[in-house]
């Protein structure tokens, strides 16, 4: 009898743990406390039967359970590679007013001496700064922000050992946010680097830094987001790890590290109203930073590959604008004359689908797949143009002052086109250097809502030149949803999205 009642129970666990009522943690349990208390039943009894063996072979698969990484191990093990970083510095500040003794800028006569007496010219003001690093060799070389280093004149390196290091900039690259420094040292503890590419959304991350000179604070969360473009003038050469990590101020530069204890990146930004955490971090992925690294040691500065377009995001009005079949890719704004883009066809509305066979499906994609390129190198550009795939080769430029810019779209939604347009005068064509298109008289209705304005020059409308109003009309007729029309303003070109139907 009690070996019915085993079985009975034991096939009653396992039932629960197949359905879903308990998880195999919960039918074992189960069946190890029946064991315990049946020390009465002989040794063969606790032995499952067929049937019950049936059961559990035919039961879903249950998921296996969630297994968190080891934190205090990873900080045990990696945390002695993490830096604190303090800077002193100067900067130049505006022309200032010797005020007399006793007189401040709340004093009714502030604003006599300040503007009846002589400025005394620029003046140099001190600053000092904290930030974190890591070391990636153990002869004392160091990852950190550019931004952290960023006008120092000394910076000081300090070990969780206690020890301080004078550190040498060995190069800084604002473009990409990555220093690399030097200390005179040997046998430093070391991080391990990981693969950023093969982070996936939703794995446990660790950040260790010194948020507000908090030296060597753990905290942790998970990867919300890849490839994150943030605004930036430099060109968005950086896809951008996004965290829910707790990041301060303070730990910058510091080591993101994946459940396994490799670093994935380089703690660099948060998105805040406050200037605090407030859930957004981001990180500049771990292989971005060694290909900055490498070129500074060896060269002493980085070079950044570079097209020469202006590009922007394609949604479903240039999607439907451009008949294309879903909206991805970059649409080709500008090109810049006597550029690698220019050299290698590319026009203004072309939309760069691929490069070198990897899909772009937002524009910001675009400038950093070329970042993983060097100067010199070529690539192939599959372009969408005139409604048919085109294949182009590039030999890329190197980085001046710009790279891909990537054009702000203040482009509304809306419904007629509604433009008053003229064609250019000789004298505005000599002033612009045009030589075709079509000056915006006035702007209402849907083209209004769009953001075009008049003063603005219409050059094309879905990437087709248009020097004249039955062009424009031709080509709105054809449409069906919108229109992508191409405008001037100053010195500026972007498409602007405009709904007709």
Do not use: C
């Not at 153990?138 to 120092?152: F, K």
């Amino acid at each position: 009898m009690a070996e019915e009642t085993l079985i009975s129970v034991k096939r009653l666990s396992w039932i629960l743990a197949s359905v879903g009522v308990l998880g195999l943690g919960g039918g074992a349990l189960a069946a190890a406390a029946l064991q315990k208390t049946s020390t009465a039943a002989p040794v063969d009894a606790v032995t499952a039967p067929a049937v019950v063996t049936s059961t559990a072979a035919t039961a879903a698969p249950a998921a296996a359970p969630t297994v968190l990484p080891d934190f205090a191990a990873i900080t045990e093990q990696m945390g002695p590679a993490v830096v604190n970083i303090s800077v002193t510095g100067s900067v130049k500040v505006g022309n200032r007013v010797q005020l007399p003794p006793g007189i401040d800028e709340d004093d009714p006569f502030f604003q006599f001496f300040r503007r009846f007496q002589t400025p005394q010219g620029p003046q140099q003001r001190e600053i000092h700064g904290q930030g974190s690093g890591f070391i990636i060799s153990a002869d004392g070389v160091i990852l950190t922000n550019a931004h952290v280093v960023r006008d120092a004149s000394e910076v000081t390196v300090k070990l969780t050992d206690r020890r301080e290091f004078k550190a040498k900039v060995l190069g800084s690259d604002p473009k990409t946010d990555v220093a690399v420094l030097r200390i005179e040292a040997k046998n430093l503890p070391t991080v391990k680097l990981g693969d950023a590419k093969a982070l996936r959304v939703g794995e446990w991350v660790l950040a260790i830094g010194s948020p507000f000179g908090f030296e060597n604070s753990v905290t942790a969360g998970v990867v919300s987001a890849k490839g994150r473009a943030l605004p930036d003038e430099n060109g968005n050469l950086v896809p951008f790890i996004q965290t829910d990590v707790a990041v301060n101020p303070g730990n910058s530069g510091g080591p993101l590290f994946n459940a396994r204890g490799e670093v994935v990146g380089i703690n660099s930004q948060i998105f805040s109203q406050t200037g605090g955490y407030q859930g957004l971090s981001f990180a500049i992925p771990i292989d971005v930073a060694r290909r900055v690294e490498q070129q500074i040691v060896s060269t002493g500065h980085a070079q950044h590959a570079r097209l020469g377009v202006t590009i922007q995001n394609v949604d479903q009005a240039f999607a439907d604008s451009f008949k294309l079949d879903r909206p991805a890719g970059a649409l080709i704004s500008s090109v810049e004359e006597g550029s690698a883009g220019a050299k290698a066809g590319l026009k203004p509305g072309d939309v760069v689908l691929e490069l070198n066979g990897k899909p772009i499906i937002a524009s910001t994609e675009l400038p950093a797949l070329l970042g993983e390129s060097q100067p010199g190198d070529t690539v192939k550009l599959t372009v969408w143009r005139n409604n048919h795939r085109e294949t182009l080769t590039a030999k890329l430029g190197a980085s001046a002052d710009k790279v891909v810019q990537v054009a702000e779209d203040k482009a509304g939604k809306g419904g007629k086109l509604g433009l008053a347009l003229r064609e250019l005068q000789p004298e505005e064509m000599r002033g612009t250097g045009l030589r075709e298109g079509l000056v915006v008289e006035e702007a209402s209705g849907a083209a209004a809502r769009a953001g075009v304005q008049p003063g603005d020059v219409l050059l094309a409308v879905n990437g087709t030149p248009v020097s004249s109003v039955e062009q424009v009309r031709g080509a709105v007729e054809g449409a069906d949803k919108s229109v992508a029309l191409l405008v001037q303003r100053g010195k500026q070109r972007i498409f602007v999205p405009v709904r007709i139907g």
